[in-house]
């Protein structure tokens, strides 16, 4: 009979009560899984808060750029015509638009050539130079007799991006067209010209555009114009009747920063709504209160306070018409909730974009004293960032940053914590299982006694039982 069937069999203690016995020492190990869970907890709300600041620091970005506040809406009266774009450095104003002639490329088309296929093998040689009137050197390209029209134009096309000259195909014909738009040459010779039909020429040479702005007219290579006005693009698409033309007409776009700096609200609520649940202390009073996994964490505690902080204090600023976000329509409730009047925000734009603009990215220069090469006291002139973009992304990139941050500092430590706790927990599973074999050892040795005793003592009455009929 095996250790493991005596077991019981004379004591009763069997597997299940050694299951209840180690189920008793195993629940002071129940610590550790605690402990193990909380940090798991509390690591995933950092890397929440991580990822929440995060999002905030890339949606300030657009605060510390001057286009948002400069930004130009453009509308054209018609869109047929002319397409338009205005970058911030565009002045406002009205324009009169109309279109003569468009752009296009010189040309060149051969006649027919008689294969069945674009990759039947044309049978000739010879050289084919083209020449774009603009390179100090022509173009030469090596015909041979094994090549299809598709050869041909597939090598001219290698070269196009130099040459700026492409070839394509229509109806076996070869057609050689200028890369770019406007009055540009395009020249051929060699042997191997007449062989592909391009001395059957027909030739469209290219135009430049022509168009007028407010009468002016103008003259460019290309449809897509962009040293006319500052700031300000044109596609020409259509060419103008004598008798029409467009109406353009640039105005300050508010609308962009006002939805840069809502967006920064919006985002900034969400973050701090998520920590007020981090940092709850529930109700105390209750019987199984529940608290927030980062309840207590002084990091998050201070970077809820600079936040809100910064949301509301003063900034020492190179503006001089905006102090604070409460200049801007910002109001912060004594819970931190941000609520955004947009119109008063259009309002202080409209009157002075530049100095909001400076209230969110302004940096001055500072003099520090500093040592020059020679050892001799000098000063060194660094560049400080006052705006409130630049202050607030700097206090965010403290906890977010990957190789310096807070957040990253603290992931490392419960990393350290949770493999800590691994071990512990290990070992104490170890020693666990040797005292479970110790238990099953002992008493199968107790069951092994008893059953010996047992068999010695129907020996021993053997004895007597038999002397006595004796």
């Known amino acids: 009979m095996s250790a493991m069937n005596i077991m019981g069999t004379y004591s009763g203690i069997d597997m299940s009560t050694i299951d209840q016995l180690i189920q008793a020492e195993s629940a002071r190990g129940t610590k550790f899984a605690t402990q193990k869970n909380e940090y798991q907890t509390q690591?995933?709300?950092?890397?929440?808060?991580?990822?929440?600041?995060?999002?905030?620091?890339k949606k300030l970005d657009a605060l510390k750029s001057k286009d948002t506040f400069n930004a130009k809406s453009v509308n054209v009266s018609s869109k047929d015509f002319v397409?338009?774009?205005?970058?911030?450095?565009?002045?406002?104003?009205?324009?009169?638009?109309?279109?003569?002639?468009?752009?296009?490329?010189?040309?060149?088309?051969?006649?027919?050539?008689?294969?069945?296929?674009?990759?039947?093998?044309l049978g000739i040689s010879g050289n084919l130079i083209l020449n774009n009137g603009?390179?100090?050197?022509?173009?030469?390209?090596?015909?041979?007799?094994?090549?299809?029209?598709?050869?041909?134009?597939?090598?001219?096309n290698d070269q196009s991006d130099k040459?700026?000259?492409?070839?394509?195909?229509?109806?076996?014909?070869?057609?050689?067209?200028?890369?770019?738009?406007?009055?540009?040459?395009l020249t051929l010779e060699g042997s191997a010209v007449s062989n592909l039909k391009l001395n059957e020429n027909v030739v469209v040479d290219g135009k430049a555009a022509i168009f007028?702005?407010?009468?002016?007219?103008?003259?460019?290579?290309?449809?897509?114009?962009?040293?006319?006005?500052?700031?300000?693009?044109?596609?020409?698409?259509?060419?103008?009747?004598?008798?029409?033309?467009?109406?353009?007409?640039?105005?300050?776009?508010?609308?962009?920063?006002?939805?840069?700096?809502?967006?920064?609200i919006d985002q900034y609520n969400s973050l701090n709504s998520f920590i007020d649940t981090q940092l709850s202390v529930g109700d105390p009073s209750a019987e199984n209160n529940k608290t927030g996994a980062l309840v207590g964490d002084s990091s998050l505690m201070r970077l809820q306070t600079n936040l809100r902080s910064l949301l509301t204090r003063n900034m020492d600023t190179?503006?001089?018409?905006?102090?604070?976000?409460?200049?801007?329509?910002?109001?912060?409730?004594?819970?931190?909730?941000?609520?955004?009047?947009?119109?008063?925000?259009?309002?202080?734009?409209?009157?002075?974009?530049?100095?909001?603009?400076?209230?969110?990215?302004?940096?001055?220069?500072e003099e520090i004293p500093s040592v020059d090469e020679n050892g001799e006291p000098t000063t060194e002139t660094v560049t400080k960032l006052t705006g409130?973009?630049?202050?607030?992304?700097?206090?965010?990139?403290?906890?977010?940053?990957?190789?310096?941050?807070?957040?990253?500092?603290?992931s490392d430590t419960y990393d350290r914590l949770i493999k800590d706790v691994n071990q512990r927990i290990e070992t104490f599973n170890t020693r666990i299982e040797t005292k479970r074999q110790q238990y099953i050892k002992q008493?199968?040795?107790?069951?092994?006694a008893m059953m010996q005793a047992e068999s010695q003592l129907q020996f021993m009455m053997g004895q007597l039982g038999g002397t006595e009929n004796g």
């Open 318 to 365: 190179a503006s001089d018409s905006v102090n604070s976000l409460q200049d801007l329509g910002v109001e912060i409730d004594r819970d931190g909730l941000a609520t955004f009047d947009r119109t008063a925000f259009v309002e202080t734009v409209e009157k002075d974009p530049n100095g909001v603009s400076l209230f969110f990215h302004s940096s001055e220069n």
């Open 163 to 185: 040459s700026k000259i492409k070839a394509n195909i229509v109806d076996n014909r070869l057609i050689l067209e200028r890369t770019d738009t406007g009055e540009k040459t």
């Open 443 to 448: 008493f199968t040795a107790l069951d092994t």
């Open 83 to 121: 397409s338009v774009t205005a970058d911030s450095s565009a002045s406002t104003g009205s324009y009169k638009i109309q279109v003569s002639q468009l752009a296009s490329a010189t040309r060149l088309t051969g006649g027919k050539i008689p294969v069945e296929s674009l990759k039947d093998e």
């Open 388 to 410: 409130f973009a630049n202050v607030t992304r700097s206090l965010v990139n403290e906890y977010i940053s990957s190789t310096t941050g807070i957040i990253k500092t603290k």
């Open 134 to 156: 603009e390179s100090e050197d022509p173009f030469e390209f090596n015909v041979t007799s094994k090549m299809s029209l598709k050869d041909v134009k597939d090598m001219i």
């Open 212 to 264: 007028t702005v407010d009468g002016i007219e103008i003259q460019k290579d290309s449809n897509t114009i962009s040293d006319v006005l500052e700031g300000v693009t044109f596609d020409l698409q259509n060419v103008h009747t004598a008798d029409k033309s467009d109406t353009l007409r640039i105005t300050d776009n508010t609308g962009t920063a006002a939805d840069a700096l809502n967006e920064v």
């Open 43 to 57: 690591q995933t709300a950092w890397k929440d808060v991580n990822s929440r600041l995060d999002s905030f620091y």
